[in-house]
Nanobody, 119 residues
Framework: QVQLAESGGGLVQPGSSLKLSCAAS????????MAWFREAPGKERERVAAMLTHGGHTAYADSVRGRFTISTDNAKRWLYLQMNDLKPDDTAVYFCAARDRGKEGYNYWGQGTQVTVSS
């Protein structure tokens, strides 16, 4: 089992930056991918950014490419999401997720952290 806990959310003004963190514990050596998702009221959950833990390949949603950066430490104990030039449309609950080797979907999820972008 893997436990994930997000932190770093908050209320910011448009154009601001925010960095989300996700602490991973448990059987982290078996994880091969980690990602950030977000869910806004009335919208489907969206994968914002993802990365393979071996090799570091990353992928971003079109809506955040160039503004958000996903990263992790080498031990896969921390996942980060640096968010720059935040917009009101970025307002959502952000979730950290992890996937074990051999799994098709993300099988571990954090509890989420609220990000609100408003003037």
């Amino acid at each position: 089992q893997v436990q994930l806990a997000e932190s770093g959310g908050g209320l910011v003004q448009p154009g601001s930056s925010l960095k989300l963190s996700c602490a991973a514990s448990g059987r982290t050596p078996f994880i091969n991918s980690m990602a950030w998702f977000r869910e806004a009221p009335g919208k489907e959950r969206e994968r914002v950014a993802a990365m393979l833990t071996h090799g570091g390949h990353t992928a971003y949603a079109d809506s955040v490419r160039g503004r958000f950066t996903i990263s992790t430490d080498n031990a896969k104990r921390w996942l980060y999401l640096q968010m720059n030039d935040l917009k009101p449309d970025d307002t959502a609950v952000y979730f950290c997720a992890a996937r074990d080797r051999g799994k098709e979907g993300y099988n571990y999820w954090g509890q989420g952290t609220q990000v609100t972008v408003s003037s």
